[in-house]
Nanobody
Framework: QVQLVESGGGLVQDGGSLRLSCAASGRTFSIYAMAWFRQAPGKEREFVAL????????YYSDSMKGRFAISRDNAKNTIYLQMNSLKPEDTAVYYC??????????????????WGQGTQVTVSS
């Protein structure tokens, strides 16, 4: 069993920055990769970024690449999402997720077994 808890969301102005955190507990040694997804009102859940738990390889959605950065601190069982140059269209609930096995479909939410409760990010004009 793995538990994930996100934090760091809030209200920020257009062009501002936020850093999200996701702390993992439980059987963290079984995690293969962790990722961030987001879901805006009326929209489908969208892949944001992934990081391999051991090797640290990263992948990004094209719409976020260059503005967002995912990182990890294995000693703290925590991943981060640094978000810069935020825009109102980035407003969404951001979710942390953990995959327990290898898959090529990293963009697919079905590849992730465990999810956090989400943290709200609101970007104002």
């Amino acid at each position: 069993q793995v538990q994930l808890v996100e934090s760091g969301g809030g209200l920020v102005q257009d062009g501002g920055s936020l850093r999200l955190s996701c702390a993992a507990s439980g059987r963290t040694f079984s995690i293969y990769a962790m990722a961030w997804f987001r879901q805006a009102p009326g929209k489908e859940r969208e892949f944001v970024a992934l990081i391999g738990w051991s090797a640290g390889n990263t992948y990004y959605s094209d719409s976020m690449k260059g503005r967002f950065a995912i990182s990890r601190d294995n000693a703290k069982n925590t991943i981060y999402l640094q978000m810069n140059s935020l825009k109102p269209e980035d407003t969404a609930v951001y979710y942390c997720a953990a995959a327990m096995r290898s898959t090529s479909a990293w963009y697919d939410s079905a590849s992730y077994r465990y999810w956090g409760q989400g943290t709200q990010v609101t970007v104002s004009s």
